[in-house]
């Protein structure tokens, strides 16, 4: 979350590189990456100028998002689906959030606990198959929905970013 404003300052073509090199090494070497771009003589031309200014000993490659449609339960908790149903998320929460914002914020520590959530609905969808397991998901939907609307009734911080991302948003 600390990095959204120096990622936000970025032009256009650096926030794609940064968010290529980025998926590339991992999300551990944001700072390293912004320090690399701030005393950067130039421009960078792609990732891979970027990842060589990098003390990188072994750069992981992003992990393939599977296919959920390919008949195989996904084998990761967290993927790049969940990645990016949750940036949309945020997007449509803060329409004039830029993209690179929302991805560098579901990236961020503060957002993990909400990341752990989508990727875990998305499991716990994906293995629903009975009317025992569909209730008792609902059921507990329905329940912390409850929760999070007393949450947001007892902040008027909360009130206030809800009416202002959801204007259809009505307190109980």
């Known amino acids: 979350m600390r990095h959204v404003d120096a990622i936000q300052s970025l032009e256009g073509n650096q926030r794609a590189i940064l968010a ?3 998926a590339q090494v991992g999300l551990v070497y944001v700072p390293n ?19 060589a200014l990098l003390d ?3 750069t992981p490659k992003a992990e393939a998002v599977e296919d959920v449609s390919s008949g195989e339960a996904p084998d990761q908790d967290v993927e790049g689906i969940d990645m990016d149903y949750l940036a ?9 959030m830029p993209q690179a914002t929302a991805d560098a914020l579901v990236g961020s520590d503060v957002m993990a606990p909400s990341l752990r959530v989508v990727s875990t609905t998305r499991l716990a969808l994906w293995d629903a198959k ?22 947001i009734a007892n902040n ?3 009130v206030k970013a809800m009416q202002l991302s959801r204007p259809d948003w009505k307190p109980n």
């Not at 949309?88 to 004039?96: F, G, I, Q, T, V």
């Not at 025992?132 to 609307?149: P, R, S």
């Open 33 to 51: 990456c912004l320090a690399a771009i701030k005393n950067s003589s130039g421009p960078f031309q792609s990732e891979t100028d970027l990842i």
């Open 20 to 22: 290529k090199a980025i």
């Open 88 to 96: 949309s998320l945020l997007l449509k929460c803060y329409s004039d």
């Open 130 to 151: 009975s009317d025992f397991v569909i209730t008792a998901l609902y059921t507990l939907f329905e329940e912390k929905l409850d929760e999070i609307e007393k949450i």
């Open 56 to 58: 990188v000993i072994e």
């Open 156 to 158: 008027p911080a909360f």
